[in-house]
């Protein structure tokens, strides 16, 4: 199969800027890392291997296939993947792409961590993706499930498989302690990294044919420097529009979830610098966008309404909009690669579990207050409903929503993101926290200063101590959803946040609320 496109967008191919991008398409081919000027060379010349991959990563193959070996023979066929954004969002996008199964751990709500681990451990392998190690999530993760397996009279050695950057202090420990690892290529970003060893260890795993994905990958990357190339088109059809935001539906399509792994891939690598581009991932091609943006099918029925349709396989996808992110972020003028808002999240969340060891800890006084919820903001309204009116009078451009719930479990709260969306007219992002901290989180933060934020925190049915540390899952939660919000409020931006006392009944009053 060949990419496809079509819709109702016209791609001007004889513009100067589609000329522009098709001869820098041509120095992307052979890893040009001058492409986005002095400032990014330095990172460029280090993060630039994602563009061989489709051929480079077939030398994992041997590798990869003896690991297969042992998990059959181990009887381990339920897979648990630790990792965070694109380390973990392409294999899940490979599992409902392929009706494959595979549990993604990219959180730290204990009560999502809790409905991960099964009964027994016995048949489970878990894979851990993270290019240091440094990462506090998967960090956590493997401390709690080291310990699980040592509970359980099991060797961690029988169960974990690591995938990370060769000589890393992560390579380097995980060494030490007898675990099988699979390094993957240091030169790759991790939002880059769909194929390379963080995607194709769990996909294989998961019984998907990796030597297919790379073939497609490698066929489509051949196109991308020819006249007719569909990620210069692409990338001069989002940059030339000169909106804001871009709508991504995958309803219908047969790579569900792709819109997500995109949402992380464009807004980590072009939200910087005061501009860039905000994907908004849509639940239908009639959701509300809601305000000016592009709409992006990819796939699924043709819809009149989409300014582009992509199809393609999902092999095809992966390296398509690798391409298409790299060459925006060219005529943007941002670094595709550096991501400087990330580790500005995780320094604020250290800093506060750091304050709150050593008895810092200060309980705000809510502005409302009822049996199920709390909310913090600068309204002195009485009523939740006046609250979001109060909140939604600010002139920003978009809203995010950012749940620090527990996927799976407290589903229903995304509905706010098309509530909201109707409700104000504007644009609408959705994103489980922390996981979005490491995708559009970039972007709130780096990119045009004209968000408003909703945080939605809770009270959890359990907690989890993390085996090593002085402080437990939900503390870590509350301390990476409080250091972003700082964050955000650091830059006079409008932020609400709001504590579900009890999570079920609290989400079932906000969205009554936002009719």
């Known amino acids: 199969m060949t990419i496809e496109l079509s819709g109702r967008a016209q791609i001007d191919r004889t513009s100067p800027l589609y000329s522009r991008l098709l001869g820098a398409a041509t120095r992307l081919a052979s890893k040009d890392s001058t492409l986005w000027g002095v400032q990014a060379q330095v990172e460029a010349e280090v993060r630039l291997n994602w563009v061989d991959l489709p051929r480079s990563s077939r030398s994992l193959i041997p590798e990869i296939s003896e690991l297969v070996e042992w998990a059959e023979s181990a009887g381990l066929t339920n897979i648990i993947l630790s990792g965070m954004g694109g380390s973990s969002l392409a294999p899940e996008v490979m599992s409902k792409s392929y009706q494959k199964k595979i549990t993604v751990l990219d959180t730290t709500d204990p009560d999502q961590i809790q409905q991960a681990i099964p009964q027994s451990l016995r048949d489970t392998v878990l894979i851990i993706g993270s290019k240091s190690g440094s990462t506090v999530e998967t960090a956590s993760h493997k401390a709690l499930f080291e310990k699980l397996l040592l509970d359980e009279g099991l060797q961690p050695s029988d169960h974990l498989v690591i995938v990370t950057d060769p000589g890393s202090p992560f390579d380097q420990s995980a060494q030490a302690e007898g675990l099988r690892i699979i390094n993957a290529d240091p030169n790759v970003g991790g939002r880059y990294s769909a194929l390379s060893a963080f995607g194709l260890v769990p996909a294989a795993l998961m019984g998907i044919d990796i030597s297919e994905l790379l073939a497609d990958a490698e066929q489509a990357a051949e196109t991308f420097t020819t006249a007719q190339s569909v990620a210069v088109g692409i990338a001069a059809l ?6 804001q935001n871009i709508g991504f539906s995958d309803r219908g399509s047969v790579h569900p979830g792709l819109s997500d792994w995109i949402e992380q891939l464009i807004a980590e690598s072009t939200g910087k610098n005061e501009r860039g581009r905000l994907p908004i991932v849509l639940e239908s091609l009639t959701a509300p966008l809601a305000g000016p943006g592009l709409l992006i099918s990819l796939g699924g029925s043709a819809e009149s309404t989409s300014d582009l349709i992509v199809t393609g396989t999902l092999g095809e996808h992966f390296i398509l909009w690798e ?27 250290n800093s506060i579990l750091e304050k709150w060891a050593n008895g810092g800890q200060i309980s705000p006084t809510p502005s409302y207050e009822d049996s199920n919820l709390q909310i913090f903001s600068t309204s002195t309204s009485s009523s939740l409903s006046e609250q979001f009116d109060d909140f939604f009078f600010n002139d920003s451009h978009y809203i995010a929503i950012m749940a620090y719930l527990a996927r799976g479990i407290d589903d229903e709260v995304a509905k706010t993101r098309a509530k909201i969306s109707t409700k104000t007219g504007r644009g609408t992002t959705f994103g489980w926290g922390p996981r979005f901290l490491h995708s559009t989180g970039q972007f709130h933060k780096g990119g045009q200063q004209n968000g408003a934020f909703i945080q939605i925190t809770g009270e959890n049915e359990i907690d989890i101590d993390i085996p090593g540390r002085s402080f437990t899952f939900h503390t870590l939660l509350m301390a990476q959803a409080l250091g972003d919000g700082e964050a955000l409020t650091d830059r006079a931006l409008p932020v609400m ?15 009554d609320a936002l009719k």
């Open 497 to 511: 946040r709001i504590h579900l006392k009890n999570r079920r009944a609290g989400i079932a009053q906000i969205l």
């Open 323 to 349: 391409w298409v992110t790299a060459l925006l972020a060219l005529a943007l003028e941002v670094d595709p690669f550096n991501q400087p808002n990330v580790t500005e999240a995780k320094e604020r969340t």
């Open 238 to 243: 989002i940059f030339a529009a000169g909106e």
